[in-house]
């Protein structure tokens, strides 16, 4: 057998074997696979029998025949391993390079072409389906990677491409339009170039204090719509640190709104307490809010003085703020969005995302309003009704 051309570690091999008759000492011409030894002085390795001769054990000068000691036996087997230099006139032994081409395989369609100046192209199966420019790869599916960085597109009329043209983001581009921007602040924007709450789109938050907050901005429309198949259920599960604390459940006709309130999660239960008196101290009362330009009067209640009297009805403290960062507002200092990098800002006035007499502050203190949960309420009413029925029927037998 006959293995030629074994370019492992920079060198080829060619390997000779012949089968001896009895006392044969000399190995020369055509081995059992009709190939003729032939080697390079000093190159070569001999076995007889799967055992490495030493080089005194046989003589091999002249490039074509090998010499024994000591006779062989019949059907003793004798290897000899030919070595040569790896190079690149081995491959062109085999290979056609046909001027600019660089044939790969034996029937010519994968090959490696510079027939273009400053390209390479790489053809495969009789396809071109790479090409290397000087600062671009292209694939034959019309995706383009620029080797400076900055986009790869997608499709064969680019105008869908993934691009990195601004520090610490990278965008993906959807029919010419941006659809998906990740920032290295470790915002996410859907459907929209930045995260204020006057730009539709949707904003995840995977960094930071909102790590895992997910806003969605729709104008005129729902921003989320939930469906719930086949069943009657829950639609929303409400978790704190793993335990269920209340759900949103749905009927093709109406909706549940539940807090936790199974028996098994309550202590110091007490049905005796004054509700009227505290009742009388709560303060109903009729506003309309800032917002509403048409000043339509509600009614309702002021948090903080409600907070004294039922305080878990209440959410926040009187008078709180917080400090947010990388704030950008309009030309009367009004809330527009946060977390917006300054560079963002400029670029986005120069996109039109933003008025030209915005303005951006690198902090800005931010109110945090008082909410209430008016249902937690009922008890209270409930029970002062209690108390007020108990007392007109005490009045009535008298």
Request: aromatic share 8%.
């Amino acid at each position: 057998m006959t293995r030629s051309r074994d370019f492992a570690q920079g060198a080829t091999r060619t390997e000779f074997i012949y089968t001896a008759t009895a006392g044969q000492t000399s190995f020369s011409g055509n081995d059992t696979n009709s190939v003729s030894l032939a080697y390079t002085v000093g190159q070569i390795d001999v076995y007889l029998n799967g055992s490495r001769l030493a080089p005194a054990d046989y003589t091999a000068t002249n490039g074509t025949a090998v010499v024994l000691g000591v006779g062989a036996e019949a059907s003793d087997t004798l290897q000899i391993n030919a070595f040569g230099t790896f190079n690149v006139a081995n491959v062109v032994a085999t290979r056609d390079l046909e001027g600019n081409e660089f044939v790969l395989d034996d029937d010519g369609d994968t090959t490696i072409t510079a027939d273009t100046d400053d390209q390479i192209d790489i053809k495969i199966a009789g396809a071109d389906d790479f090409q290397f420019t000087a600062n671009k790869f292209l694939c034959q599916t019309g995706s383009n990677i620029d080797m400076n960085g900055t986009e790869l597109i997608l499709d064969a009329d680019a105008d869908t491409s993934i691009t990195a043209d601004t520090d610490d983001q990278v965008d993906l581009k959807i029919g010419g339009s941006d659809k998906v921007q990740f920032f290295g602040n470790g915002q996410i924007l859907f459907g929209k170039t930045t995260n204020d709450f006057g730009t539709a789109g949707g904003c995840f938050n995977d960094g930071g204090s909102k790590n895992g907050a997910l806003e969605l901005i729709c104008n005129g429309e729902a921003s989320l719509a939930l469906n719930r198949l086949s069943s009657d259920g829950a639609i929303i599960v409400f978790h704190k640190d793993g335990s269920s604390g209340g759900s949103i459940t749905t009927t093709a006709s109406s909706t549940t709104y539940a807090t936790s309130s199974d028996y098994r999660l309550k202590e110091n239960v007490d049905y005796t307490f004054d509700a009227t008196t505290r009742l009388k101290q709560l303060k109903p009362c009729r506003f309309n809010f800032i917002v509403d330009e048409s000043n339509t009067l509600v009614d309702g209640f002021i948090a903080h003085e409600v907070s004294s009297i039922v305080p878990e009805a209440i959410i926040g403290t009187k008078d709180a703020t917080r400090t947010a960062t990388n704030v950008v507002t309009d030309s009367s200092d009004n809330y527009i969005g946060e977390n917006v990098l300054e560079e963002d800002w400029i670029e986005g006035k120069a996109d039109g995302v933003y008025a030209n007499n915005t303005k951006w502050v690198a902090t800005k203190t931010m109110p945090k309003y008082q909410q209430i949960d008016q249902a937690k309420l009922v008890p209270l009413l409930v029970k002062t009704i209690q108390e007020l029925e108990a007392r007109i029927k005490t009045l009535e037998d008298a």
